[in-house]
């Protein structure tokens, strides 16, 4: 079992005085698939007491009714996270025929069709997809996700502030780069195109482990192998999800996972900053030792 202390901070900036607001913040990790938490701080600076809740997709929504008021907010969030080791690698794939004929599968879309239809950001108005990026028939879904995880990695430039929350797919296929979110959509469109469920999915990332988007939020997507499961594909950094992976939420995309959500009553601008921090206990253990060694 790996165990990590996570931390979420986050300070909220208003230029005008809130009157009143409902603040709504999905950022506890899910129970489940081997994965659980523990020991659950909530501190915020207008001393509200947190209401828990849950999203469509059932994430943990944690929400604060604020009447009262104010012109900043600052979260602290902080747990342990436990995240049993697995390889994504352990399963026995159905044949490539069974695969096709799940797939095509009327009760199969119905129960899935979700995470089939194209969604806001997910829907290219472009018919100029890349060959390379479809699937071949007699190819398994888990070889072709496999290979079009590594077809968006290296298709996409990894660069921030190059893209907003509000990017769509379109400005992806032709500017190619952005951020996790982007590579996310982009695999999730092209994965439904080729009749495959995929999900948007929200996280945190072990910030040992030397990924690319660790140090914030990170965003993978998960697909439906039919016959296996949903696995997770980081094409930001062109892994299958493991137990470095600590899962929130998913979602048909970005606007079911979104950190934060508010119904405020205020007229002026607002600016959010968060950070997060994520440690292993082995690295705490190691970080206390130096210090006792001292």
């Known amino acids: 079992m790996n165990r990590y202390q996570i931390s979420y901070i986050t300070q909220n900036h208003y230029s005008q005085p809130v009157k009143k607001a409902v603040l709504e913040f999905m950022v506890l990790p899910e129970e489940k ?94 018919e100029d997809i890349p060959c390379i990026a479809m699937r071949q028939r007699d190819e398994s879904v888990f070889t072709y996700l496999y290979r079009l995880n590594s077809f968006v990695f290296n298709f996409l430039k ?39 469920p995929a999900r948007y999915v929200s996280g945190y990332l072990n910030q040992e482990s030397d990924l690319t988007g660790s140090a914030a939020l990170h965003a993978w997507a998960e697909a439906l192998v039919p016959g296996v499961g949903w696995i997770g594909f980081d094409s930001t950094n062109n892994l299958v999800a493991n137990e470095h992976y600590i899962k ?9 996972c979104m950190p934060i959500k508010g119904v405020l009553q205020f007229a002026g601008e607002s600016i959010t900053k968060y950070s997060v921090n994520v440690k292993s206990q082995q690295e705490l253990n190691f970080i206390q030792n130096q210090v006792q060694s001292q």
């Open 248 to 256: 929130i939420s998913h979602g048909i995309d970005y606007a079911d």
């Open 158 to 196: 990894y660069q921030p502030n190059t893209t907003t929350t509000q990017t769509l797919i379109d400005n992806i296929l032709k500017n190619r780069k952005g951020v996790c979110q982007d590579f996310t959509h982009l695999f999730i469109s092209l994965a439904r195109i080729n009749g495959i």
């Open 33 to 126: 698939s081997g994965q659980k938490y523990s020991g659950l701080k909530i501190v915020n600076s207008l001393g509200v007491k947190a209401q828990v809740s849950e999203s469509l997709y059932n994430a943990k929504l944690l929400r604060f009714n604020v009447n009262q008021s104010f012109t900043d907010f600052d979260l602290e969030v902080s747990f342990t996270a436990e995240k049993e080791e697995y390889n994504p690698f352990n399963f026995i794939e159905p044949s490539t025929e069974q695969e096709n004929e799940m797939l095509r599968d009327l009760s199969f879309m119905i129960t899935n069709h979700n995470f089939l239809a194209l969604s806001h950001y997910t829907s290219p108005e472009t």
